[in-house]
Protein backbone atom coordinates (compact mmCIF):
# COMPACT_ATOMS: atom_id res chain seq x y z
CA UNK A 1 0.00 0.00 0.00
CA UNK A 2 2.55 2.67 0.99
CA UNK A 3 4.21 1.51 -2.93
CA UNK A 4 1.49 1.93 -4.36
CA UNK A 5 0.52 6.03 -2.93
CA UNK A 6 3.88 6.84 -3.13
CA UNK A 7 3.68 6.06 -7.00
CA UNK A 8 -0.27 7.45 -7.59
CA UNK A 9 1.34 10.40 -5.57
CA UNK A 10 4.14 10.80 -8.52
CA UNK A 11 1.24 11.17 -11.03
CA UNK A 12 1.44 7.38 -11.78
CA UNK A 13 -2.22 5.38 -12.38
CA UNK A 14 -1.77 3.20 -10.02
CA UNK A 15 -3.91 -0.96 -9.43
CA UNK A 16 -3.16 -2.71 -6.38
CA UNK A 17 -4.24 -6.06 -7.03
CA UNK A 18 -4.32 -8.44 -3.94
CA UNK A 19 -4.88 -11.83 -3.68
CA UNK A 20 -7.33 -11.54 -0.69
CA UNK A 21 -7.75 -8.61 1.70
CA UNK A 22 -4.92 -6.32 1.56
CA UNK A 23 -3.35 -5.55 4.69
CA UNK A 24 -3.46 -9.24 6.29
CA UNK A 25 -0.60 -10.80 6.21
CA UNK A 26 2.74 -10.11 7.68
CA UNK A 27 2.61 -6.76 8.30
CA UNK A 28 -0.77 -7.44 10.34
CA UNK A 29 0.69 -9.94 12.47
CA UNK A 30 3.53 -7.70 13.29
CA UNK A 31 4.79 -5.94 16.45
CA UNK A 32 5.48 -2.41 15.18
CA UNK A 33 8.46 -2.00 16.49
CA UNK A 34 10.15 1.05 14.26
CA UNK A 35 13.79 0.06 15.38
CA UNK A 36 15.62 -3.18 14.02
CA UNK A 37 16.13 -5.15 18.05
CA UNK A 38 19.70 -4.64 18.68
CA UNK A 39 20.48 -2.64 15.71
CA UNK A 40 24.23 -2.69 15.95
CA UNK A 41 24.49 -6.24 14.95
CA UNK A 42 22.29 -5.23 11.59
CA UNK A 43 24.09 -3.91 8.30
CA UNK A 44 24.19 -0.62 7.24
CA UNK A 45 21.38 -1.29 4.52
CA UNK A 46 19.44 -2.21 7.09
CA UNK A 47 19.81 0.65 9.54
CA UNK A 48 20.02 3.16 6.38
CA UNK A 49 16.56 2.59 6.10
CA UNK A 50 15.30 2.24 10.00
CA UNK A 51 16.78 5.33 10.20
CA UNK A 52 15.34 7.52 7.39
CA UNK A 53 12.05 6.01 8.50
CA UNK A 54 12.06 6.65 11.83
CA UNK A 55 12.07 10.72 10.74
CA UNK A 56 8.92 10.14 8.16
CA UNK A 57 6.99 8.31 10.29
CA UNK A 58 6.28 11.58 12.32
CA UNK A 59 4.28 13.57 8.88
CA UNK A 60 3.36 10.12 7.51
CA UNK A 61 1.00 9.43 10.36
CA UNK A 62 -0.06 12.94 10.91
CA UNK A 63 -0.95 13.12 7.24
CA UNK A 64 -2.91 9.64 7.63
CA UNK A 65 -4.76 10.47 10.22
CA UNK A 66 -5.58 13.86 8.89
CA UNK A 67 -7.31 12.03 5.43
CA UNK A 68 -8.72 9.35 7.17
CA UNK A 69 -9.61 10.18 9.81
CA UNK A 70 -7.90 6.51 11.59
CA UNK A 71 -5.56 7.02 13.86
CA UNK A 72 -2.21 4.40 14.02
CA UNK A 73 -0.65 5.65 17.06
CA UNK A 74 2.70 6.10 16.48
CA UNK A 75 3.89 6.08 20.33
CA UNK A 76 7.29 7.03 21.70
CA UNK A 77 7.91 4.23 23.80
CA UNK A 78 11.64 3.70 23.99
CA UNK A 79 13.68 0.11 23.58
CA UNK A 80 14.99 -1.28 26.77
CA UNK A 81 16.55 -4.31 26.12
CA UNK A 82 17.79 -6.59 29.01
CA UNK A 83 20.44 -8.50 27.92
CA UNK A 84 22.29 -8.36 24.39
CA UNK A 85 21.05 -11.93 22.40
CA UNK A 86 21.02 -11.05 18.53
CA UNK A 87 17.50 -12.47 18.25
CA UNK A 88 18.27 -16.01 16.84
CA UNK A 89 18.81 -14.95 13.10
CA UNK A 90 20.98 -14.87 10.65
CA UNK A 91 20.24 -11.05 9.93
CA UNK A 92 23.01 -10.01 12.27
CA UNK A 93 26.67 -9.51 10.69
CA UNK A 94 28.22 -7.10 13.00
CA UNK A 95 29.15 -7.06 16.68
CA UNK A 96 30.19 -3.48 17.26
CA UNK A 97 30.29 -1.44 20.75
CA UNK A 98 26.31 -0.06 20.82
CA UNK A 99 27.19 3.20 22.20
CA UNK A 100 29.76 3.80 19.19
CA UNK A 101 27.45 2.87 17.02
CA UNK A 102 25.16 5.24 17.87
CA UNK A 103 27.07 7.53 18.70
CA UNK A 104 28.23 7.53 14.80
CA UNK A 105 24.97 7.80 13.50
CA UNK A 106 23.36 10.14 15.66
CA UNK A 107 21.33 7.50 17.18
CA UNK A 108 20.78 7.29 21.51
CA UNK A 109 21.70 4.18 22.86
CA UNK A 110 22.52 4.25 26.88
CA UNK A 111 24.14 1.42 29.00
CA UNK A 112 21.99 1.97 32.09
CA UNK A 113 22.52 -0.39 35.54
CA UNK A 114 20.49 -2.82 37.13
CA UNK A 115 19.11 0.82 39.96
CA UNK A 116 17.99 2.50 36.48
CA UNK A 117 16.09 -0.16 35.15
CA UNK A 118 13.73 -0.23 37.22
CA UNK A 119 13.16 3.84 36.96
CA UNK A 120 12.92 3.14 33.35
CA UNK A 121 10.44 0.58 33.80
CA UNK A 122 9.01 -0.84 37.26
CA UNK A 123 7.74 -4.36 37.81
CA UNK A 124 9.77 -6.11 35.57
CA UNK A 125 11.94 -9.26 36.47
CA UNK A 126 15.90 -8.30 35.51
CA UNK A 127 18.68 -10.67 37.35
CA UNK A 128 21.55 -8.72 35.15
CA UNK A 129 23.73 -5.81 36.13
CA UNK A 130 22.84 -3.80 33.20
CA UNK A 131 20.95 -2.97 30.10
CA UNK A 132 20.55 -1.13 26.58
CA UNK A 133 18.25 1.81 26.54
CA UNK A 134 17.06 2.98 23.32
CA UNK A 135 14.94 6.17 24.80
CA UNK A 136 13.65 7.21 21.37
CA UNK A 137 12.33 4.21 19.82
CA UNK A 138 8.78 4.23 18.60
CA UNK A 139 5.99 1.98 18.00
CA UNK A 140 3.42 1.81 15.69
CA UNK A 141 0.18 -0.13 15.69
CA UNK A 142 0.12 -1.97 12.11
CA UNK A 143 -2.86 -3.18 12.13
CA UNK A 144 -4.27 0.46 12.68
CA UNK A 145 -1.49 1.63 9.98
CA UNK A 146 -2.94 -0.78 7.52
CA UNK A 147 -6.86 0.59 7.98
CA UNK A 148 -5.48 3.81 7.17
CA UNK A 149 -3.52 3.04 4.55
CA UNK A 150 -6.26 1.49 2.86
CA UNK A 151 -9.04 4.23 3.63
CA UNK A 152 -5.96 6.47 1.83
CA UNK A 153 -5.87 4.28 -1.14
CA UNK A 154 -9.26 5.34 -1.96
CA UNK A 155 -8.35 9.11 -0.76
CA UNK A 156 -5.90 9.28 -3.69
CA UNK A 157 -7.53 6.93 -6.27
CA UNK A 158 -5.61 4.13 -6.18
CA UNK A 159 -7.41 1.43 -8.00
CA UNK A 160 -7.92 -1.60 -5.34
CA UNK A 161 -8.58 -5.23 -6.89
CA UNK A 162 -8.88 -8.25 -3.81
CA UNK A 163 -9.31 -11.48 -3.92
CA UNK A 164 -7.54 -11.14 -7.18
CA UNK A 165 -4.32 -13.43 -8.31
CA UNK A 166 -2.24 -12.66 -10.98
CA UNK A 167 -1.85 -15.73 -13.17
CA UNK A 168 0.26 -14.78 -15.70
CA UNK A 169 2.56 -11.48 -17.09
CA UNK A 170 2.11 -10.18 -20.53
CA UNK A 171 5.95 -10.09 -21.70
CA UNK A 172 6.79 -8.94 -25.27
CA UNK A 173 10.54 -8.19 -26.66
CA UNK A 174 11.76 -8.59 -22.94
CA UNK A 175 9.60 -5.90 -21.47
CA UNK A 176 6.17 -6.56 -19.76
CA UNK A 177 3.03 -4.95 -20.62
CA UNK A 178 0.52 -6.12 -17.70
CA UNK A 179 -1.05 -9.00 -15.99
CA UNK A 180 -3.42 -11.66 -16.27
CA UNK A 181 -5.92 -12.21 -13.97
CA UNK A 182 -9.16 -14.35 -14.08
CA UNK A 183 -8.81 -15.11 -17.73
CA UNK A 184 -8.46 -11.47 -18.58
CA UNK A 185 -5.57 -9.32 -19.55
CA UNK A 186 -4.56 -5.94 -17.58
CA UNK A 187 -2.29 -3.65 -19.16
CA UNK A 188 0.13 -1.64 -17.55
CA UNK A 189 3.68 -0.14 -18.16
CA UNK A 190 5.29 -1.64 -15.18
CA UNK A 191 3.91 -4.11 -13.02
CA UNK A 192 5.81 -3.69 -9.27
CA UNK A 193 5.76 -7.18 -7.02
CA UNK A 194 5.19 -6.84 -3.50
CA UNK A 195 4.17 -10.44 -2.34
CA UNK A 196 6.21 -10.48 0.87
CA UNK A 197 7.04 -13.75 1.81
CA UNK A 198 5.49 -15.09 -1.49
CA UNK A 199 7.53 -13.24 -3.65
CA UNK A 200 10.03 -15.55 -4.59
CA UNK A 201 7.40 -17.87 -5.27
CA UNK A 202 5.14 -15.64 -7.06
CA UNK A 203 7.87 -15.02 -9.50
CA UNK A 204 8.85 -18.74 -9.82
CA UNK A 205 5.05 -19.48 -11.02
CA UNK A 206 5.17 -16.75 -13.60
CA UNK A 207 7.94 -17.91 -14.73
CA UNK A 208 10.38 -14.43 -14.30
CA UNK A 209 12.59 -15.56 -11.28
CA UNK A 210 15.73 -15.17 -13.76
CA UNK A 211 19.19 -15.76 -13.31
CA UNK A 212 19.59 -14.18 -9.93
CA UNK A 213 16.35 -15.30 -8.21
CA UNK A 214 15.72 -13.19 -4.76
CA UNK A 215 16.15 -15.54 -1.86
CA UNK A 216 13.13 -14.46 -0.13
CA UNK A 217 11.76 -16.89 2.36
CA UNK A 218 8.98 -17.21 4.31
CA UNK A 219 9.94 -16.83 8.25
CA UNK A 220 7.14 -17.93 10.50
CA UNK A 221 6.28 -15.62 13.59
CA UNK A 222 3.87 -16.38 16.40
CA UNK A 223 2.52 -13.42 18.48
CA UNK A 224 -0.10 -13.18 21.28
CA UNK A 225 -1.90 -10.31 22.96
CA UNK A 226 -2.62 -9.87 26.61
CA UNK A 227 -5.42 -7.23 27.51
CA UNK A 228 -3.50 -5.82 30.41
CA UNK A 229 -4.70 -2.36 31.56
CA UNK A 230 -3.16 -3.04 35.30
CA UNK A 231 0.33 -4.32 34.07
CA UNK A 232 2.05 -0.86 34.16
CA UNK A 233 4.21 -1.35 31.23
CA UNK A 234 4.58 1.67 29.74
CA UNK A 235 8.37 0.58 27.56
CA UNK A 236 8.74 -2.30 24.60
CA UNK A 237 11.20 -4.41 26.61
CA UNK A 238 13.40 -7.10 24.71
CA UNK A 239 15.00 -10.18 26.99
CA UNK A 240 15.90 -13.89 26.10
CA UNK A 241 15.30 -12.39 22.15
CA UNK A 242 11.95 -12.24 22.81
CA UNK A 243 9.92 -8.51 23.79
CA UNK A 244 6.66 -7.04 25.37
CA UNK A 245 5.16 -4.46 23.38
CA UNK A 246 2.31 -2.41 25.59
CA UNK A 247 -0.27 -0.79 23.53
CA UNK A 248 -1.96 3.16 24.28
CA UNK A 249 -4.81 0.74 25.50
CA UNK A 250 -3.06 -1.30 27.87
CA UNK A 251 -3.28 -4.26 25.81
CA UNK A 252 0.51 -6.27 25.57
CA UNK A 253 2.16 -7.57 22.91
CA UNK A 254 4.24 -10.73 23.35
CA UNK A 255 6.71 -11.58 21.04
CA UNK A 256 8.06 -13.93 19.13
CA UNK A 257 8.81 -17.05 17.28
CA UNK A 258 11.42 -17.39 14.74
CA UNK A 259 10.32 -20.52 12.57
CA UNK A 260 11.30 -22.15 9.38
CA UNK A 261 8.62 -24.33 8.47
CA UNK A 262 7.54 -23.04 4.88
CA UNK A 263 4.50 -21.47 4.30
CA UNK A 264 2.76 -22.82 7.05
CA UNK A 265 0.70 -20.36 9.35
CA UNK A 266 -0.64 -22.07 12.10
CA UNK A 267 0.20 -21.60 15.97
CA UNK A 268 1.60 -24.52 18.48
CA UNK A 269 0.44 -25.13 21.61
CA UNK A 270 4.44 -25.18 22.48
CA UNK A 271 4.63 -21.42 21.47
CA UNK A 272 1.60 -20.16 23.30
CA UNK A 273 2.86 -21.69 26.66
CA UNK A 274 7.04 -20.62 26.02
CA UNK A 275 5.53 -16.76 25.24
CA UNK A 276 3.21 -17.01 28.01
CA UNK A 277 5.70 -18.10 30.27
CA UNK A 278 8.00 -15.49 29.25
CA UNK A 279 5.77 -12.51 29.92
CA UNK A 280 4.96 -13.51 33.24
CA UNK A 281 8.88 -14.09 33.73
CA UNK A 282 9.52 -10.70 32.84
CA UNK A 283 6.37 -8.88 33.98
CA UNK A 284 4.96 -11.11 36.81
CA UNK A 285 1.98 -8.42 36.84
CA UNK A 286 0.75 -10.30 33.86
CA UNK A 287 -0.19 -13.42 35.81
CA UNK A 288 -4.00 -14.09 35.53
CA UNK A 289 -4.01 -12.01 32.79
CA UNK A 290 -6.14 -14.14 29.93
CA UNK A 291 -4.49 -14.44 26.65
CA UNK A 292 -6.85 -12.37 24.32
CA UNK A 293 -5.21 -13.85 20.89
CA UNK A 294 -2.76 -15.86 19.19
CA UNK A 295 -1.53 -15.39 15.84
CA UNK A 296 1.12 -16.62 13.16
CA UNK A 297 2.72 -14.58 10.37
CA UNK A 298 5.46 -14.96 7.48
CA UNK A 299 8.06 -12.33 7.68
CA UNK A 300 9.26 -12.08 3.81
CA UNK A 301 13.44 -13.57 5.07
CA UNK A 302 16.16 -12.66 3.32
CA UNK A 303 19.34 -12.88 3.56
CA UNK A 304 21.27 -9.96 6.12
CA UNK A 305 17.27 -8.63 6.30
CA UNK A 306 18.06 -6.29 3.49
CA UNK A 307 14.94 -6.17 1.36
CA UNK A 308 15.20 -5.80 -2.71
CA UNK A 309 14.10 -3.19 -4.47
CA UNK A 310 14.68 -2.99 -7.86
CA UNK A 311 14.35 -3.51 -11.63
CA UNK A 312 14.42 -7.08 -13.18
CA UNK A 313 17.96 -7.86 -14.22
CA UNK A 314 16.61 -9.31 -17.83
CA UNK A 315 12.63 -7.92 -17.95
CA UNK A 316 11.69 -4.50 -18.66
CA UNK A 317 9.02 -3.09 -16.59
CA UNK A 318 8.98 -5.32 -13.98
CA UNK A 319 9.96 -4.64 -10.93
CA UNK A 320 10.01 -6.27 -6.93
CA UNK A 321 10.04 -4.59 -3.49
CA UNK A 322 9.72 -6.90 -1.09
CA UNK A 323 11.85 -8.84 1.56
CA UNK A 324 11.89 -6.97 4.71
CA UNK A 325 12.26 -10.15 7.08
CA UNK A 326 12.08 -8.45 10.85
CA UNK A 327 11.98 -4.86 9.87
CA UNK A 328 9.30 -3.75 7.16
CA UNK A 329 7.21 -2.09 9.43
CA UNK A 330 10.41 0.25 10.08
CA UNK A 331 11.93 0.17 6.90
CA UNK A 332 8.77 0.88 5.25
CA UNK A 333 8.27 3.84 4.51
CA UNK A 334 11.85 4.84 3.69
CA UNK A 335 12.34 1.76 1.26
CA UNK A 336 9.54 3.08 -0.46
CA UNK A 337 10.75 6.42 -1.17
CA UNK A 338 14.09 4.98 -2.20
CA UNK A 339 12.17 2.63 -4.60
CA UNK A 340 10.31 5.35 -6.41
CA UNK A 341 13.15 7.16 -6.83
CA UNK A 342 15.04 4.42 -8.28
CA UNK A 343 12.07 3.93 -10.71
CA UNK A 344 12.09 7.67 -11.49
CA UNK A 345 16.07 7.50 -11.53
CA UNK A 346 16.78 10.06 -9.28
CA UNK A 347 19.49 10.33 -6.51
CA UNK A 348 18.39 10.16 -3.46
CA UNK A 349 19.62 10.12 0.21
CA UNK A 350 20.36 6.55 0.56
CA UNK A 351 22.31 4.72 -2.45
CA UNK A 352 20.07 2.21 -3.68
CA UNK A 353 22.72 -0.48 -4.61
CA UNK A 354 22.79 -2.95 -1.79
CA UNK A 355 19.30 -3.60 -2.58
CA UNK A 356 19.23 -4.00 -6.32
CA UNK A 357 17.60 -7.11 -7.25
CA UNK A 358 21.15 -8.77 -8.53
CA UNK A 359 23.40 -6.80 -5.54
CA UNK A 360 25.37 -9.91 -3.39
CA UNK A 361 23.50 -10.15 -0.15
C1 LIG B 1 5.46 -11.94 14.29
C2 LIG B 1 6.03 -10.81 13.51
C3 LIG B 1 6.53 -9.70 14.18
C4 LIG B 1 7.06 -8.63 13.45
N1 LIG B 1 7.43 -7.51 14.12
C5 LIG B 1 7.89 -6.44 13.44
C6 LIG B 1 8.23 -5.25 14.12
O1 LIG B 1 8.07 -5.14 15.34
N2 LIG B 1 8.75 -4.20 13.39
C7 LIG B 1 8.91 -4.28 12.04
O2 LIG B 1 9.39 -3.32 11.44
N3 LIG B 1 8.56 -5.40 11.36
C8 LIG B 1 8.06 -6.49 12.02
N4 LIG B 1 7.72 -7.62 11.34
C9 LIG B 1 8.04 -7.72 9.92
C10 LIG B 1 7.04 -7.01 9.01
O3 LIG B 1 5.76 -7.35 9.44
C11 LIG B 1 7.28 -7.42 7.55
O4 LIG B 1 8.62 -7.23 7.19
C12 LIG B 1 6.41 -6.58 6.61
O5 LIG B 1 5.12 -6.53 7.10
C13 LIG B 1 6.40 -7.12 5.20
O6 LIG B 1 5.47 -6.38 4.45
P1 LIG B 1 5.06 -6.82 2.99
O7 LIG B 1 4.05 -5.84 2.50
O8 LIG B 1 6.26 -7.06 2.16
O9 LIG B 1 4.38 -8.28 3.18
P2 LIG B 1 2.91 -8.65 3.67
O10 LIG B 1 2.41 -7.71 4.69
O11 LIG B 1 2.95 -10.11 4.00
O12 LIG B 1 2.02 -8.43 2.37
C14 LIG B 1 2.16 -9.24 1.23
C15 LIG B 1 0.84 -9.18 0.47
O13 LIG B 1 1.00 -9.84 -0.77
C16 LIG B 1 -0.18 -10.57 -1.04
N5 LIG B 1 0.19 -11.63 -1.99
C17 LIG B 1 1.06 -12.65 -1.79
N6 LIG B 1 1.17 -13.38 -2.91
C18 LIG B 1 0.36 -12.81 -3.84
C19 LIG B 1 0.04 -13.10 -5.19
N7 LIG B 1 0.61 -14.12 -5.83
N8 LIG B 1 -0.85 -12.31 -5.85
C20 LIG B 1 -1.43 -11.25 -5.20
N9 LIG B 1 -1.16 -10.93 -3.92
C21 LIG B 1 -0.29 -11.70 -3.24
C22 LIG B 1 -0.61 -11.08 0.32
O14 LIG B 1 -1.99 -11.43 0.30
C23 LIG B 1 -0.30 -9.89 1.20
O15 LIG B 1 -1.41 -9.01 1.31
C24 LIG B 1 7.13 -8.69 12.03
C25 LIG B 1 6.61 -9.79 11.36
C26 LIG B 1 6.05 -10.84 12.09
C27 LIG B 1 5.44 -11.99 11.34
Known amino acids: MLTALALRARGYAVTLLDRQQVGQESSWAGGGILS ?18 QQLYPALVESLREETGVDPELLSSGLLMLDDVAGQDSASVQALDPVLWAAARGAVVQRIGAGEVSAVQAGIHHAGESAWWMPNVMQIRNPRLLRALRAALDVHGVHLL ?119 RLCPALAGVPIEAHWAGLRPGSPQGIPYLGAHPEIKGLFLHAGHFRNGLVMGPASTELFVQMVEKEVGLLNAAPYAWSAAR
Open 36 to 53: PLYPWHYADAVNALAQRS
Open 162 to 280: EQVEVQGLAISTGRVHGVRVNGQALSADAVVLTAGAWSTQTLQALGVVGEHPPAIEPVRGQMMVLNAPHSGLRRIVMSEGRYLIPRKDGRVLVGSTLEHVGFDKVTTEVARESLHAFAL
